[in-house]
Structures are given as structure tokens and as C-alpha cells.
């Protein structure tokens, strides 16, 4: 096992375990930061993956690989949008936003199941000759799909509270 590899994994799990406490306490958020995550990596997978589909064969092993990962993770995000729950708070923060939001175990464990899907699709893939599912893009794109979806759950379900301006 190469020092690279290691690295990888070692901040993989330090990025799980940051995103799935997150899911555990209340942020505070608006209709816009909801979108903004999910919007920057998507333009910057989609930048990503057209440099790397350059420089490697795509096969039907890889598109269909894919195609199961995005839905699994829209799935996922989906669940996740609906498992959050919402809280507004008589005082608002700097930025004027009332409403905080948390999906709580629940929504943790879907991200952590989402990684190791993705984890697994990754092997899969390997075996049948998947090349561009290990591209960064592929892992960016995963991404936001799970969190356009959820913030399309999010969105509909947010309360409607005015926001002050400080």
C-alpha cells in the first residue's frame, strides 16, 4: 500500500466524519446556501471529468457504473432532503438567517452508506474495467447529485420566515 493511498484514505475518513457531524447539529442555512455546495461541484467535477475522459478509453462498463452510482446518490440525497428537520430561532445570525436545519443519524448514516456505496461501486468497477469511475469528476458529480437532490427536498420543505438584513 503506497503513502499516496494512505493519505487518501486517511482524509477520506476525516471528510466522512466532518460531513456526518454536520448532519448531527443544527446549521443555519437559507435557499441559497442550500444550492451553493451541490452548484460549485458540479461545474467543477463536469470541468474535472471532460480533462480526464480525454486521456482514458470509456467503456460500457463505465457508463453503467455511473448511471447506477448518480441514481443511487440521488436516491440517497432525496432521503436525506426529507429526513431533515427545521428549527427557527427568534434571533437571527449575521447574515440575517432564522431557519437551521439538521438531518440527524439518520441523514449521517445515509452519507456514510453513500461513500461506501460508492466505495463499492469503485471495486466493482475495477474489476470490469472501469476506468473513468475512479476520476475525480466521477467522485465530484456522485456528490452533488446526492446534495442537488437533498437541497430540492430541502427547499420545498424549508419554512417561510422573513429574513433581517443586520
Sequence with gaps: MSVQLLTNIVIGLALVGFIAYRQLRW???????????PLILGVIGIINL???AKNVTVGPADITIIGIELV????????MGRLTTFNV???PDSKGRRIEMRSGKAGAALWVVLILV???????GGALGAH??????VILLTV???????????DGRMPQVATVKA
Design 27 to 37: 446549521t443555519r442555512t437559507d435557499r441559497a446556501s442550500v444550492w451553493r455546495m
Design 50 to 52: 471532460s480533462s480526464t
Design 72 to 79: 443511487l446518490a440521488i436516491v440517497i440525497g432525496l432521503i
Design 89 to 91: 430561532v427568534a434571533t
Design 118 to 124: 460508492r466505495v463499492g461501486l469503485d471495486v466493482v
Design 132 to 137: 473513468l469511475l475512479t476520476a475525480t469528476g
Design 144 to 154: 452533488a447529485a446526492s446534495r442537488a437532490a437533498a437541497a430540492l427536498m430541502i
